[in-house]
T-cell receptor, first 112, second 113 residues
Framework: DQQVKQNSPSLSVQEGRISILNCDYTNSMFDYFLWYKKYPAEGPTFLIS?????DKNEDGRFTVFLNKSAKHLSLHIVPSQPGDSAVYFCAASSYNNNDMRFGAGTRLTVKP | DGGITQSPKYLFRKEGQNVTLSCEQN?????MYWYRQDPGQGLRLIYYSQIVNDFQKGDIAEGYSVSREKKESFPLTVTSAQKNPTAFYLCASRTGGTNTEAFFGQGTRLTVV
């Protein structure tokens, strides 16, 4: 049973507009959430994270929002750039177990 | 130059043979992880280790084995019992006991023929 879900396999946006990537989780023990960017045949690179004690974390063009009651988080990229085109993975972990589960990923395409 | 290294990048094996994938880190991280990526499946957790001489099964541990004899090393053995071993394997590490980001290696593409 997938504990972290990304229900949109792909997203296409125009350069300069906002990209919103969504993620849902089922395990209420998760208390730390991460977003990674990945290119084919490479390891993921860390983008931004958020602790369950916060509802928003911002880093430059990237903002992550967490809604604990809905078990939902989202990554906003503003403005989107063609270089942002990649697969984005959402991940969740719990402090006690130190495990880390990933979603299936969303392929973002930013068109010039 | 600190980092996490997986070797080799590409690996070919005949069906029925065991194969061991290497993962080494010099980041002084306590926790290490192995994931498998198949097309459309995301990253699925195989095994993880929070500390030396200890490891836990992830979601798809069947047909795999690991060891953690040293802090720096977390090798993964793909055994002949793994039904569909051809995949992209990723190793990661992070500071244990705290909520921090994990760092990934560049991955090993295993092809079993």
């Amino acid at each position: 049973d997938q504990q972290v879900k990304q229900n949109s396999p792909s997203l296409s946006v125009q350069e300069g507009r906002i990209s919103i990537l969504n993620c849902d989780y089922t395990n209420s023990m998760f208390d730390y959430f991460l977003w990674y960017k990945k290119y084919p045949a490479e390891g993921p690179t860390f983008l931004i994270s958020i602790s369950s004690i916060k509802d928003k974390n911002e880093d430059g063009r990237f903002t992550v929002f967490l809604n604990k009651s809905a078990k939902h988080l989202s990554l906003h990229i503003v403005p989107s750039q063609p270089g942002d085109s990649a697969v984005y993975f959402c991940a969740a972990s719990s402090y006690n177990n130190n495990d880390m589960r990933f979603g299936a990923g969303t392929r973002l395409t930013v068109k010039p | 130059d600190g980092g996490i290294t997986q070797s080799p990048k590409y690996l070919f094996r005949k069906e029925g043979q065991n194969v061991t994938l290497s993962c080494e880190q010099n980041l002084n991280h306590d926790a290490m992880y192995w994931y498998r990526q198949d097309p459309g499946q995301g990253l699925r957790l195989i095994y993880y280790s929070q500390i030396v001489n200890d490891f836990q099964k992830g979601d798809i541990a069947e047909g795999y084995s690991v060891s953690r004899e040293k802090k720096e090393s977390f090798p993964l053995t793909v055994t002949s019992a793994q039904k569909n071993p051809t995949a992209f394997y990723l190793c990661a590490s992070r500071t244990g006991g705290t909520n921090t980001e994990a760092f990934f290696g560049q991955g090993t593409r295993l092809t079993v023929v």
